[in-house]
Structure formats: C-alpha cells, structure tokens
C-alpha cells in the first residue's frame, strides 16, 4: 500500500475539535506546549472541553479565560516561579465555573496506560490509604484478586483528540523529540486521533537513516502540522527557551487593575490575529531569535 502524507494545516487539524470533545495536551508546564492548536481552538470558539494534561502552564488559563473548558482532568496548573497557580484556573475554581477532577501525575498516567491497552481501567497502588478515592468518587477501592492487596482502579482516559509539540516529523507521521517525551506518547496510544505540530518536518530519508530517533511511530500519528516557534511563549526543547518577559506581559494583564486585561490579552495575541504567522510577526522577529540563543 502507498504510503500517503499526513501533513496538513493547523486550520483543518483544529477543525477536528468539537464542543464537548475530550482533548489531550502535551507537553510539561512550561515546555513543548502546542500552542498553535490551542490558539486556533480559542479562534475556532470551541466550547465544553474536557482537558486532559500533565503539570500545565498558562495555556489553561487562555482556554479557560475564553470559555473554552467544561471539565479538567489535569494535576497542577500554573508557572512555577512565576506563577505557582495560575490566576485564572484558581478564580474559575474557587467560582464553581468549571468542574475539576481531583487527580495527580500517576492517575493521569494510569488512565491513559489503560486507553492504550483497551482496558476499563489500570490497577494503581499509589493513592491506597489516601482520602483521593473520596476526592474522586471514579476511583474505586478493589482487593487484587491474585494476592489480596488492596489497590484502586483508575478508569481509562480514551482523549478524542490529542494535541502534541515535538521537534521533528517526516511526512509520514514518523514523529522525533528532542529531550525528554514527557507523557507525549502515552497520550498519542491512548487518544482516538492524534495530531503533532512540528518545528521542522524532515526527509523521511532521515529517519530511515536513524530509526531510533523516532520518539512517536506513525502509526500512533493521523496528523502533522508544520509550526516553526509553536510552542511559544513556552519552551520548545532542542530549539528555543520560554519567553518569560511574554508570560509576565500576561501575568500582568491578568492581575492588574483592569477587568479587561486577560480579554485584551486574547484580543491581541489570539483572536484578532488571523494564524500562527500573524503571531509571529506581532511577538517580533529579534524577541524569538533571541529566545534561540542558549
């Protein structure tokens, strides 16, 4: 069988994105967050999202602040020294305006292992003796029938779609980071459809030269979308730094004074700009190369 190109645009891979859909995010709070189809989701005025995530930065609060999100299955969100918690998570928390799951790391983890092996749920001995299957009435006590342990099983997490930044990709899908994967590859098993933008799609004679390169297989990949600077303002590994100065811009417009910062913030940045080349052009040419220097 012939072999067929999955790239495509950011447009038509966003598209895929309905109301109500489970969406998967990856990256790591402040590296190789795609960034590009989350712009375009706001754009797209997608609503009653669930997001799946592992420690997340500010790309939830944007989401959230754009009415976005319905339910969050995500363990830590913010910016670390900059922002231990995000602002606009913790308003829309503490409001009651978006439901939140009670997880950490390891469930995240556990659920989406079971997504991949098709199984209902994943065995998992890190939260017996805690007051989480409380917190989270989805995770359900069980004795292991094999040697009588106790231990909670945590239900599957089957995102429809998830959305990945890596560095590199053939045409084909064959995707390579630079760095550490986080729970990239997880997510990509575990998700119904998988898309992955991309600093640099690359001859697929290179990965034919260095197959080990390969961090996520093609066959776990249904799209790719070319997006130099796509994880700005976050970190891409291998490429560019976090743009700290543009998170504190946010931070700012986010804490300050005015109840229209965090909209004008999306009216400048997001949804008065056309694509991820109008972003560009508006955050400047010296500032991302700059970003490159290591």
């Not at 556990?110 to 017996?128: E, I, Q, S, T």
């Not at 805690?130 to 359900?140: A, C």
Request: aromatic share 8%.
């Amino acid at each position: 069988m012939e072999r067929k190109s999955v790239v495509t645009t950011v447009q038509e891979a966003a598209a895929k994105i309905e109301n109500g859909m489970t969406v998967a995010i990856g990256g790591f709070i402040s590296s190789n967050i795609p960034m590009v189809l989350i712009r375009e989701m706001i754009r797209n005025k997608t609503k009653n999202l669930t997001i799946v995530a592992i420690p997340a930065g500010l790309e939830i609060d944007l989401l959230l602040a754009a009415g976005c999100v319905g339910k969050l299955i995500v363990p830590y969100v913010g910016a670390e020294a900059i922002a231990p918690i995000s602002p606009i998570f913790r308003q829309t928390v503490e409001k009651g305006q978006v439901e939140v799951m009670e997880v950490d790391s390891g469930i995240v983890l556990a659920g989406l292992k079971a997504g991949v092996a098709g199984l209902p749920f994943m065995p998992w001995r890190g939260g017996v003796g805690t007051s989480l299957p409380e917190l989270n009435p989805t995770l359900k006590v069980f004795n292991d029938p094999i040697n009588g342990e106790p231990l909670l099983a945590v239900p599957a997490i089957v995102p429809d779609v998830a959305f990945l930044h890596a560095a590199y990709a053939d045409k084909y899908g064959n995707v390579a980071h630079y760095g550490t994967t986080f729970m990239d590859k997880t997510m990509a098993g575990a998700a119904e459809t998988t898309v992955v933008q991309v600093e640099q799609i690359i001859p697929h004679e290179f990965v034919m030269g260095k197959p080990n390169s390969v961090t996520i297989p093609n066959f776990y990949v249904d799209r790719i979308v070319k997006a130099p600077y796509g994880s700005h303002p976050y970190a891409s590994e291998g490429f560019y730094s976090a743009d700290i100065e543009h998170l504190q811009e946010y931070l700012h417009a986010v804490k300050s004074d005015d109840p229209d910062g965090v909209e004008n913030y999306l009216n400048k940045y997001v949804t008065n700009l056309s694509d991820h080349e109008d972003y560009l052009e508006t955050i400047g040419i010296r500032k991302l190369l700059s970003l490159a220097e290591f």
